[in-house]
């Protein structure tokens, strides 16, 4: 590629004509380019061509020619120049200050002339009044010293715009061989990449500047631009009535749903209070011993040692009882996240259409702000634990459903085959094969979840879960800084905890074994 | 019929959303293969296909990649539907089984090995083997019965606990055909087993796998790219081209007798040494006598039986000046192969 001498194999390799097929590609002017491109191929260095029709018809000739890309690049880039140049020939650049002076200016004589009755009245205040009088006269006078200075400033925009307008030209006439040489490249291996010289694309790229071009000039350089063009035209009214609407709809959902919105209530309410009885109501011993034994037989030593630092942490600081609600509400969040998770990501994996309508779900339930759905679940269920547990759910499900989903179509087509062609029926093979082989994949979205719940305790806590996002948000309403980052810390704390028995126990296999 | 095993009658595959029409044009027609895929965008995998296999016949389909045969293996336990035709296994339309039938035949009766080995990584090569037992539902105890003797057969004992990535290539296919055997199938089904393997343990394999088939007798369908292999394992092999047979017949017959010239380019590299036997190049008795005179001695010249092969008559001949007279049944002159006769033989030629 470079200087260096080749070696005789390829000296000798015979140069492929590329004549024809140059000629099919670009149509119009076809010796033109066929020489163009020729150069460009046999150039060892960097090699600098002006194309002439890029050079004087810009945007238009990628248009005809069909670089939509160089097209609109070059459109805005000298849309851009033009503006500075209309700015710099009709702009009134100084209007915005001049404006401002002109106000200050009125004032001043306002307050003037009130001084003057004053004077003639006699008043004692009419000193003070004259006085923010020239004041308020002085600022007007500098105003209109920078209106002034701005509008002198119009000619070196006009004569920036003009030599960024040159160079754009310039620079379109230089690439333009080279862009196109790599066009006819792509167009060798796919024909429906376009090729040749249309006048529909030109008269296509003609409408485009015509809109584009005229609307944006005048939209900038006129100082006064009609209304029109600057507001969307769109009513406020639409958005009050589809929020009425929605309103509506949420008052009807709650009533008529009233029996199933309880029935969920009592279901989570017994789940929690159960998980809640266990770590709040037993001896905080009990539970110390065993985390600990929990993280050293699951997931090592180190593990637990961490642990025990962290619990140390949690208990010295006073935050444990807040902690064992914590853990608990995160604990069923995170079991009705795998509950329902993994049947729906084993859905989503066997059937293209779940996953396809499953998806757009997913992606709103990660990425709506969960203040917009806390709305709709206080209608429906109140405020208290359960819809702080329900809102964590909904944020918290996507990755368990996302990671089975993925884990299990991942699973090689190979084994799956050989275990049908061993007899296995649809359940034997999705216990057997797709489960176990998915699991990693599984766990990793399991804990994802467990972490996604426990960072959204303090928004749970907005709605009246207690706990240590509780403790947070008062640290937040008194600007208690100390207290918050205690808080926040404890937080972090029985995060890593879980994290870190959860993912320890799931790597081992893969060392021992 | 009794001992005909695999049964294939006019078996085609179609793939593509329009395949039913494309099947009704194709017989309407007899469009070609082309034509399917312009008229309707749909692929013919499987042209025309009728083959039998008896008892324990190892039966091999040869072919380049993308001439049917993994798709044609895989027809046998339905793990691809064909568009038409008869499929039977021990005298049973495999098509018409309904969907629990067909698992317990292939449970029971089809034992197949893949190409890549597939075996169940997160299992021990005990739970691998025991694989299809545990599917029949046999109680544990049986199945590592079960699985220690067929690991023996493959020469795998003491690897039992091991887990299928620390064992290699090789080992892993010996894996996979000792889970094929486990739950003493009728039929295996080999879909290119030794080709991902190198040459030598794939020699190793073969060996091992010829030996075993001595010992058990299963009806095997051997799916291979590499007519070598083929002609090493196979009783009959089947030469398969664009998913279409265009040959059947014993090794010797395919090499001596090549159906086609696509055919002919395939065996014409193949050593004839161990393949042509005495009486496919030797003269017959009568027409030697009639051409060299009543009077030709044949007295001092050594006797070889018909069936040796032409490695076993060159190792006859250097020793002689004379030609071979062979014997037939009962000890009996039914030929003679002279020198010339024997390079031509070596050669491939007539």
């Not at chain 1, 176990?436 to 960072?455: D, E, K, R, W, Y």
Request: glycine share 8%.
């Amino acid at each position: 590629m470079t200087g260096a001498r080749a070696p005789q194999a390829t000296e000798a390799a015979p140069r492929i004509d590329l004549g024809p097929s140059i000629t099919e590609f670009a149509g119009r002017q076809a010796p033109f380019y066929v020489s163009r491109f020729r150069l460009l191929l046999s150039a060892r260095k960097r090699t600098w061509t002006l194309n002439r029709a890029a050079l004087l018809f810009g945007p238009l000739w990628a248009a005809a020619r069909g670089l939509w890309g160089f097209f609109w690049l070059f459109a805005i880039l000298e849309l851009f120049a033009l503006v500075q140049v209309g700015r710099g020939l009709w702009g009134d650049l100084g209007a915005p200050k001049r404006a401002e002076a002109e106000r200050l200016q009125a004032k001043s004589d306002q307050i003037a002339a009130d001084a003057e009755a004053a004077l003639s009245r006699g008043e004692s205040g009419a000193a003070a009044l004259r006085e923010s009088a020239a004041n308020l006269a002085r600022a007007a006078e500098n105003a209109f010293l920078e209106a002034g200075a701005a509008a002198a400033g119009a000619t070196t925009l006009l004569i920036v715009g003009l030599v960024l307008l040159v160079l754009f030209r310039l620079l379109e006439g230089l690439r333009a061989d080279r862009v196109y040489e790599r066009q006819y490249s792509r167009w060798r291996s796919d024909r429906r990449v376009p090729s040749g010289f249309s006048f529909s694309r030109l008269a296509a790229g003609l409408a485009l500047a015509a809109i584009m071009f005229p609307a944006t000039l005048y939209r900038f350089t006129v100082s006064q631009p009609a209304e029109w063009l600057r507001t969307v035209p769109i009513s406020r009214t639409y958005h009050t009535g589809a929020a009425n609407l929605l309103d509506r709809w949420f008052d009807r959902a709650a009533e008529a749903g009233a029996g199933v919105f309880d029935g969920i209530t009592a279901g989570t309410e017994a789940v929690l209070d159960t998980i809640e009885a266990v770590l709040a109501g037993a001896p905080w011993p009990v539970i110390v011993l065993f985390l600990l034994l929990a993280a050293w037989r699951l997931a090592g030593v180190r593990v637990a040692i961490f642990t025990g630092a962290a619990l140390a942490y949690i208990g010295l600081l006073g935050f444990w009882e807040k902690s064992m609600l914590t853990l608990a509400l995160v604990g069923s969040a995170a079991v009705f996240c795998v509950l329902i998770g993994i049947p729906v990501g084993i859905w989503c994996a066997r059937s293209r259409r779940a996953y396809a309508v499953a998806r757009p779900v997913l992606d709103l339930m990660q990425t709506m702000p969960a203040f917009v759905y806390l709305i709709p679940i206080i209608a429906f269920f109140g405020t208290g634990k359960v819809p702080g547990i329900l809102a964590t759910i909904i944020f918290s499900l996507p990755p368990v459903i996302r990671l089975t989903a993925l884990g299990l179509t991942q699973v090689p087509a190979s084994v799956v085959e050989a275990a049908r062609a061993f007899g296995a029926t649809r359940w034997q093979l999705l216990r057997g094969v797709e489960l176990p082989l998915a699991t990693p994949a599984i766990m990793t979205g399991v804990n994802q979840t467990i972490l996604m719940c426990l960072s959204m305790v303090v928004i749970a806590s907005l709605i009246g879960a207690k706990g240590l996002g509780q403790e947070v948000l008062i640290a937040l309403q008194y600007v208690a800084k100390g207290q918050g980052i205690l808080a926040g810390l404890a937080i972090l704390c029985c995060a890593m905890i879980l994290d870190r028995i959860v993912q320890g126990h799931f790597k081992r296999p893969d060392d021992g074994a | 019929m009794n001992d005909i095993v695999i049964e294939l009658e006019g078996v085609w595959k179609i793939f593509g959303e329009r395949a039913g029409e494309a099947m009704a044009a194709v017989k309407a027609e007899g469009l070609a293969k082309s034509e399917v895929l312009e008229r309707f965008g749909a692929v013919v995998g499987i042209a025309d296909v009728s083959f039998n296999v008896r008892r324990g016949e190892i039966f091999c389909i040869m072919g380049l990649s993308g001439s049917g045969k993994s798709t044609l293996v895989r027809h046998l336990n339905r793990l691809i539907e064909p568009t038409a035709g008869v499929i039977k296994l021990l005298g049973q339309d495999v098509m018409s089984l309904a969907e629990s039938e067909l698992r317990a035949m292939r449970a029971q009766k089809i034992g197949m090995v893949f190409q890549h080995m597939a075996l169940l990584p997160h299992r021990s090569v005990r739970d691998n083997v025991a694989y299809p037992l545990e599917i029949r539902g046999e109680p544990k105890g049986r199945r590592w019965d079960v699985s220690q003797h067929t690991l023996s057969l493959v020469g795998l004992d003491g690897f039992e606990d091991r887990f299928p990535r620390e064992l290699s290539g090789g080992m892993q296919q010996r894996v996979g055909l000792a889970r094929a055997l486990a739950s003493d199938p009728d039929v295996l089904l080999m879909d290119e087993p030794f080709s991902a393997l190198d040459p030598l343990i794939r020699r190793q394999l073969q060996n091992q796998f010829m030996a075993l088939s001595e010992q058990l007798h299963k009806t095997t369908l051997f799916i291979t790219h590499d007519l070598d292999e083929a002609i090493r394992l196979g009783t009959r092999i089947a030469i398969m081209k664009d998913g279409r047979i265009v040959q059947i017949g014993t090794p010797e017959e395919i090499v001596t007798d090549p159906a086609d010239d696509y055919v002919r380019d395939f065996v014409q590299d193949i050593s004839k040494l161990k393949l042509v036997f005495a009486h496919t190049i030797m003269e017959p008795l009568e027409s030697y006598r009639a051409a060299a005179g009543e009077a030709k001695d044949l007295s001092e010249s050594p006797r070889a039986p018909e069936d040796s092969d032409l490695d076993r008559l060159v190792d006859v001949s250097i020793t002689t000046p004379h030609p071979i007279v062979i014997t037939g049944a009962g000890g009996r002159d039914v030929g003679v192969v002279t020198k010339d006769r024997l390079l031509r033989g070596i050669q491939g030629g007539k």
